[in-house]
């Protein structure tokens, strides 16, 4: 198997994760505030949020060449990246699946609503965000691959499903050997630059063309390896220079998303922030590791698959439940804001709990398991005999 042992964690990318993935809450989470307190008008920042899944691919590249050593020259066997895919599809399929099920479940019981009350037939499916075909392509992830022209059912899982692509790449690096790979990643650098290049001549954001979305989940992920492979530089500086850099860097990207400037520019800071914090050293990585921000990066995941579904069900029930329009009283809005933060947590708290890490370590003793028996018959009588025990 890939030896993926003894890797210490860094503590700042998890911290930085949970980060993102908070700012990314309050992106989609914003247009509930009350006009008076649009921060659009103020500022770009939130406007720019969706620049922070970049960032979530940028970390996952160099987490995923971090811990998979993809500088070893070895050449991995298919055995051994189906190993490497079991863990990635464990890690993120299951909780996918979750919120799926529990956003077509939403709309199965706001139709039958509807219905009993002589509305709309039914509004499981639509025209544009849910489909049937779009159902389909849900459930085996691949529906951010260029068959749709826009995020489907629940929202956020479009990344899950380009980050499935990048972890198909990064597998098909590790199956060639290190002549090659190098090869490949220059491959992958230049389509990374040519991608960065088109957003910057044709003056769009990078989100804007969705059919694109695998190519940008690469981009990013691209950088994630380089910034791996390049990290030896950041140890040859000083504390003091470290902490230097991370200042200014964290200071250029708040002023770059603060004024709306070209999404590039952001990008670079975004990656030039994950490369000087990789080794948990300087002022900054000191400020991200605190126990509160270090738990929110644990429970990133779970955060961002529910946060969606959780507006889905606040816009719909809100003003009933409570009598306080959603957007015409400042308080309304703002109450609603915190109170679906405050939902948020205990409910990623418990899919974390119950639902991510069981079904991550139950698909993933499942698939290894049939893994090693399909290579080695003898395994197989021992992990039976072992789950007879257990």
Same mark, same amino acid.
């Given at each position: 198997?890939?030896?993926?042992?003894?890797?210490?964690?860094?503590?700042?990318?998890?911290?930085?994760?949970?980060?993102?993935?908070?700012?990314?809450?309050?992106?989609?989470?914003?247009?509930?505030?009350?006009?008076?307190?649009?921060?659009?008008?103020?500022?770009?920042?939130?406007?720019?949020?969706?620049?922070?899944?970049?960032?979530?691919?940028?970390?996952?590249?160099?987490?995923?060449a971090y811990v998979y050593d993809i500088e070893h020259p070895k050449r991995?066997?298919?055995?051994?990246?189906?190993?490497?895919?079991?863990?990635?599809?464990?890690?993120?399929?299951?909780?996918?699946?979750?919120?799926?099920?529990?956003?077509?479940?939403?709309?199965?019981?706001?139709?039958?609503?509807?219905?009993?009350?002589?509305?709309?037939?039914?509004?499981?499916?639509?025209?544009?965000?849910?489909?049937?075909?779009?159902?389909?392509?849900?459930?085996?992830?691949?529906?951010?691959?260029?068959?749709?022209?826009?995020?489907?059912?629940?929202?956020?899982? #479009?990344?899950?499903?380009?980050? @499935?692509?990048?972890? %198909?790449?990064?597998?098909? $690096?590790? &199956? *060639?050997?290190?002549?090659?790979?190098?090869?490949?990643?220059?491959?992958?650098?230049?389509?990374?630059?040519?991608?960065?290049?088109?957003?910057?001549?044709?003056?769009?954001?990078?989100?804007?063309?969705?059919?694109?979305?695998?190519?940008?989940?690469?981009?990013?992920?691209?950088?994630?390896?380089?910034?791996?492979?390049?990290?030896?530089?950041?140890?040859?500086?000083?504390?003091?220079?470290?902490?230097?850099?991370?200042?200014?860097?964290?200071?250029?990207?708040?002023?770059?998303?603060?004024?709306?400037?070209?999404?590039?520019?952001?990008?670079?800071?975004?990656?030039?922030?994950?490369?000087?914090? #990789?080794?948990?050293?300087?002022? @900054?990585?000191?400020? %991200?590791?605190?126990?509160? $921000?270090? &738990? *929110?990066?644990?429970?990133?995941?779970?955060?961002?698959?529910?946060?969606?579904?959780?507006?889905?069900?606040?816009?719909?029930?809100?003003?009933?439940?409570?009598?306080?329009?959603?957007?015409?009283?400042?308080?309304?809005?703002?109450?609603?804001?915190?109170?679906?933060?405050?939902?948020?947590?205990?409910?990623?708290?418990?899919?974390?709990?119950?639902?991510?890490?069981?079904?991550?370590?139950?698909?993933?003793?499942?698939?290894?398991?049939?893994?090693?028996?399909?290579?080695?018959?003898?395994?197989?009588?021992?992990?039976?005999?072992?789950?007879?025990?257990?």
């Open positions: 198997m890939i030896p993926i042992l003894n890797k210490k964690e860094i503590r700042s990318h998890t911290s930085l994760r949970g980060w993102a993935a908070l700012m990314v809450v309050f992106v989609h989470f914003r247009s509930f505030f009350h006009a008076s307190i649009d921060p659009d008008e103020i500022t770009f920042f939130l406007y720019k949020g969706y620049l922070w899944v970049d960032f979530f691919f940028i970390l996952s590249g160099f987490v995923m991995y066997s298919p055995r051994d990246a189906m190993h490497y895919l079991i863990a990635r599809i464990a890690r993120i399929y299951p909780l996918h699946f979750m919120t799926l099920l529990a956003t077509l479940l939403f709309f199965m019981l706001m139709a039958l609503i509807n219905w009993g009350l002589g509305g709309e037939d039914c509004c499981v499916f639509d025209e544009s965000l849910r489909t049937a075909e779009s159902l389909a392509a849900n459930l085996f992830l691949i529906h951010a691959w260029g068959m749709f022209d826009w995020v489907t059912w629940n929202l956020p899982s #479009w990344s899950l499903s380009a980050e @499935l692509f990048c972890y %198909l790449l990064f597998a098909a $690096l590790l &199956t *060639i050997n290190g002549a090659k790979r190098r090869l490949v990643l220059v491959a992958l650098s230049c389509m990374a630059v040519l991608f960065y290049c088109l957003c910057m001549a044709a003056s769009s954001d990078v989100d804007e063309i969705f059919r694109l979305s695998t190519v940008r989940a690469a981009s990013a992920f691209t950088i994630g390896i380089l910034l791996f492979l390049g990290r030896r530089a950041i140890s040859a500086l000083s504390e003091k220079s470290l902490t230097v850099i991370q200042m200014a860097a964290c200071t250029a990207l708040l002023l770059v998303l603060h004024f709306g400037l070209t999404d590039i520019l952001a990008i670079i800071l975004m990656a030039l922030i994950v490369w000087v914090t #990789w080794e948990d050293r300087g002022y @900054l990585c000191r400020c %991200l590791d605190t126990r509160y $921000l270090h &738990t *929110i990066g644990v429970l990133s995941f779970s955060i961002y698959m529910w946060h969606y579904l959780i507006k889905f069900i606040a816009k719909q029930d809100w003003e009933g439940l409570t009598g306080l329009p959603v957007q015409s009283s400042v308080m309304g809005s703002v109450l609603l804001v915190v109170c679906m933060i405050g939902l948020l947590i205990p409910i990623a708290v418990w899919s974390y709990r119950y639902l991510e890490m069981p079904t991550r370590k139950w698909i993933s003793l499942r698939l290894n398991g049939l893994l090693e028996a399909k290579y080695s018959p003898s395994w197989q009588l021992v992990w039976v005999s072992s789950e007879r025990k257990r």
